[in-house]
Protein backbone atom coordinates (compact mmCIF):
# COMPACT_ATOMS: atom_id res chain seq x y z
CA UNK A 1 0.00 0.00 0.00
CA UNK A 2 1.42 3.51 -0.48
CA UNK A 3 0.45 6.45 0.84
CA UNK A 4 -0.62 9.97 -0.79
CA UNK A 5 2.17 11.99 -2.02
CA UNK A 6 2.80 14.96 -0.02
CA UNK A 7 4.33 17.65 -1.93
CA UNK A 8 6.07 20.73 -0.17
CA UNK A 9 7.56 23.88 -1.76
CA UNK A 10 10.53 25.46 -0.53
CA UNK A 11 12.01 28.89 -1.14
CA UNK A 12 14.88 31.53 -0.17
CA UNK A 13 12.42 33.05 2.47
CA UNK A 14 11.49 29.63 4.01
CA UNK A 15 15.87 28.97 4.51
CA UNK A 16 15.70 32.72 6.24
CA UNK A 17 12.79 31.76 8.48
CA UNK A 18 14.19 28.37 9.27
CA UNK A 19 17.90 30.02 10.33
CA UNK A 20 16.26 32.30 11.89
CA UNK A 21 14.28 29.73 14.40
CA UNK A 22 16.94 27.47 14.26
CA UNK A 23 19.94 29.41 14.61
CA UNK A 24 21.90 27.68 11.58
CA UNK A 25 22.84 31.15 9.97
CA UNK A 26 25.68 29.14 7.58
CA UNK A 27 25.72 30.99 4.64
CA UNK A 28 25.90 27.79 2.22
CA UNK A 29 22.03 27.76 3.46
CA UNK A 30 21.57 31.64 1.85
CA UNK A 31 24.55 32.80 -0.06
CA UNK A 32 25.20 31.98 -3.45
CA UNK A 33 28.84 32.73 -3.34
CA UNK A 34 29.60 30.99 -0.29
CA UNK A 35 28.25 27.60 -1.50
CA UNK A 36 29.70 27.51 -4.66
CA UNK A 37 32.57 28.18 -3.04
CA UNK A 38 32.99 25.01 -1.03
CA UNK A 39 31.45 22.90 -3.94
CA UNK A 40 27.36 23.01 -3.77
CA UNK A 41 25.64 23.74 -6.82
CA UNK A 42 24.42 26.59 -5.18
CA UNK A 43 22.06 27.50 -2.02
CA UNK A 44 20.78 24.49 -0.10
CA UNK A 45 18.25 24.22 2.30
CA UNK A 46 18.97 22.99 5.83
CA UNK A 47 19.07 19.04 6.39
CA UNK A 48 17.06 19.17 9.28
CA UNK A 49 14.88 21.50 7.43
CA UNK A 50 14.14 18.88 5.35
CA UNK A 51 14.05 16.06 7.87
CA UNK A 52 11.15 18.25 9.04
CA UNK A 53 9.26 18.54 6.15
CA UNK A 54 8.64 14.86 5.49
CA UNK A 55 8.07 14.82 9.60
CA UNK A 56 5.43 16.95 8.42
CA UNK A 57 4.36 14.26 6.01
CA UNK A 58 3.76 11.72 8.38
CA UNK A 59 2.03 13.50 10.78
CA UNK A 60 -0.03 14.53 8.23
CA UNK A 61 -0.60 10.61 7.24
CA UNK A 62 -0.98 9.47 11.24
CA UNK A 63 -3.60 12.40 11.64
CA UNK A 64 -1.34 13.62 14.82
CA UNK A 65 2.19 14.02 16.03
CA UNK A 66 2.31 12.25 18.85
CA UNK A 67 1.30 9.24 16.74
CA UNK A 68 5.37 9.24 15.38
CA UNK A 69 6.90 6.76 17.02
CA UNK A 70 10.04 6.39 15.50
CA UNK A 71 11.35 8.31 12.59
CA UNK A 72 15.50 8.43 11.15
CA UNK A 73 16.91 9.25 8.27
CA UNK A 74 20.33 9.62 6.44
CA UNK A 75 20.75 12.54 3.52
CA UNK A 76 21.42 11.45 0.61
CA UNK A 77 21.86 14.96 -1.76
CA UNK A 78 21.23 18.25 -1.00
CA UNK A 79 18.13 20.45 -1.62
CA UNK A 80 19.38 23.22 -4.11
CA UNK A 81 17.01 26.74 -3.90
CA UNK A 82 16.79 28.72 -6.71
CA UNK A 83 16.69 32.30 -5.58
CA UNK A 84 13.49 32.93 -7.50
CA UNK A 85 9.94 33.43 -6.17
CA UNK A 86 9.19 29.60 -7.10
CA UNK A 87 11.98 27.76 -5.02
CA UNK A 88 11.75 23.64 -5.75
CA UNK A 89 9.47 21.08 -4.31
CA UNK A 90 9.60 18.34 -2.45
CA UNK A 91 7.87 15.68 -3.16
CA UNK A 92 6.98 12.92 -0.28
CA UNK A 93 5.94 9.37 -0.62
CA UNK A 94 5.81 6.54 1.68
CA UNK A 95 4.88 2.82 1.30
CA UNK A 96 3.69 0.56 4.29
CA UNK A 97 6.44 -2.10 4.76
CA UNK A 98 4.84 -3.70 7.50
CA UNK A 99 1.49 -3.40 10.06
CA UNK A 100 2.25 -5.06 13.64
CA UNK A 101 -0.36 -6.81 15.60
CA UNK A 102 0.34 -3.84 18.30
CA UNK A 103 -1.31 -1.95 16.14
CA UNK A 104 2.39 0.02 14.74
CA UNK A 105 2.73 0.96 11.07
CA UNK A 106 6.17 0.89 9.59
CA UNK A 107 6.94 3.25 6.79
CA UNK A 108 9.47 3.34 3.74
CA UNK A 109 9.57 6.60 3.29
CA UNK A 110 10.55 8.89 0.44
CA UNK A 111 11.89 12.29 -0.86
CA UNK A 112 12.72 13.84 -4.06
CA UNK A 113 13.61 16.95 -5.32
CA UNK A 114 14.63 17.61 -9.07
CA UNK A 115 13.86 13.60 -10.00
CA UNK A 116 16.93 12.84 -7.32
CA UNK A 117 16.64 11.44 -4.07
CA UNK A 118 17.06 13.48 -1.58
CA UNK A 119 16.77 10.96 1.75
CA UNK A 120 17.75 8.09 2.27
CA UNK A 121 16.99 4.86 4.08
CA UNK A 122 13.99 6.73 5.37
CA UNK A 123 11.94 5.28 7.73
CA UNK A 124 9.28 5.68 10.37
CA UNK A 125 7.00 4.10 12.93
CA UNK A 126 3.34 5.59 13.35
CA UNK A 127 0.41 4.25 15.58
CA UNK A 128 -2.66 3.13 13.65
CA UNK A 129 -5.33 5.29 14.38
CA UNK A 130 -8.58 3.00 15.93
Not at 118 to 124: F, G, Y
Request: with cysteine; aromatic share 6%.
Amino acid sequence: MELPVRTYRVTRADLVRYAGASGDFNPIHWNDRVATSVGLPGVIAHGMFTMALVGRALTEWAGTADAVVEYGVRFARPVVVPNDDEGTEIEVSAKVREVTEDGLTRLDVTAVCQGEKVLSQARATVRTRG
